[in-house]
């Protein structure tokens, strides 16, 4: 019965020899990803240190004390959503707007909690959060304030935070040497972003509300002296923004024209009447959430 054997011994080595053919294929394509793995991890550390020295010539630092520095942000990114790319882009923003390197990455978390939770990206928020913080200095807390405050606008109003980071600009100076809180600035673009206007028309009409208190014109200091109100930055300082709008509205009895004499300008009556007129309420409920987001951004 030797055929016998012989067609059963076929039938049971043949998967063998099938099996020995299919992992030899497995290692040869194993083999060729790992030179292309290679390959690309050398790519990709190569465009690492590139990016570390140029955020070296900005800081100076040792080449011991970049080496230490290169290991907390490897670290950093091991636990991180964003890629070395990303996290090396925003170190380099960070530090080019006045962060020190040792608080670097105190930062970018702070900036990646925005992002992650603002659907937006990592250097946009950075430079987002270091410009305000830059602006306001000691009237902020830090950049998780900061983070909170814009995460909460955006969820209040329709914006996002690359638009904000695109228009604030045009405010957040002013605003801050004003005196006027970040805050009420969130809860004024929330507002006005709700009733239907852009946000670079937001903060042009806020500016330009500011630039008329700052500066009044002669027919609004009249018209002011009729009404018997300060319109005046010593006025807005000492009431903010809601309380300084709300008293306005208290003595013109929300009179379009009358708010049209006081606030000359197309974008700053624009921009006063969509926060005012009928919406005064709505404007201070979104200031009151705006000042209870602590924590919102990271639990986002």
């Not at 793995?37 to 240190?49: H, R, T």
């Not at 806020?206 to 319109?231: C, M, R, T, W, Y």
Request: glycine share 8%; hydrophobic share 45%.
């Amino acid at each position: 019965r030797f055929d016998e054997l012989t067609g059963n011994l076929e039938s049971a080595t043949q998967p063998l020899a099938d099996a020995t053919k299919t992992f030899l294929v497995m290692e040869t394509a194993a083999l060729a990803l790992g030179a292309a793995l290679l390959k690309v991890a050398i790519d990709e550390a190569g465009k690492f240190e590139q990016s570390l020295t140029e955020i070296n010539t900005i800081l100076k630092l040792s080449p011991e004390a970049l080496g230490d520095f290169e290991e907390q942000i490897i670290e950093y990114a091991q636990n991180s959503t964003q890629s070395l790319e990303q996290i090396n882009g925003a170190i380099y923003n960070a530090v080019s707007a006045g962060v020190k390197y040792e608080d670097a990455l105190k930062a970018l978390t702070v900036a990646e909690q925005l992002a992650v939770g603002g659907n937006a990206d990592l250097e946009e928020s950075i430079v987002l959060l270091t410009s305000t913080t830059n602006a306001y200095g000691p009237a902020l807390s830090g950049a998780e304030e900061a983070a909170d405050i814009f995460f909460k606008t955006v969820e209040l109003g329709v914006t996002t935070i690359p638009e904000l980071n695109a228009s604030l600009g045009n405010i957040v100076p002013v605003a801050a040497a004003l005196g006027v809180p970040l805050e009420e600035v969130g809860a004024a673009l929330a507002t006005l972003t709700a009733n239907g206007i852009g946000t670079s028309e937001a903060t042009t009409g806020i500016k330009a509300a500011l630039d008329n208190i700052i500066s009044p014109s002669k027919g609004a200091q009249e018209a002011a002296a009729e009404l018997g109100v300060e319109f005046n930055a010593t006025a807005l300082q000492s009431k903010g923004l809601v309380g300084f709008l709300e008293s306005l509205v208290v003595a013109t009895g929300g009179n379009a024209e009358k708010m049209k004499e006081l606030f000359g300008s197309t974008e700053a009556y624009t921009a006063v009447m969509s926060l005012t007129n009928d919406r005064t309420e709505k404007l201070k409920s979104n200031l009151d959430q705006i000042k209870d987001s602590a924590g919102a951004a990271q639990a986002a």
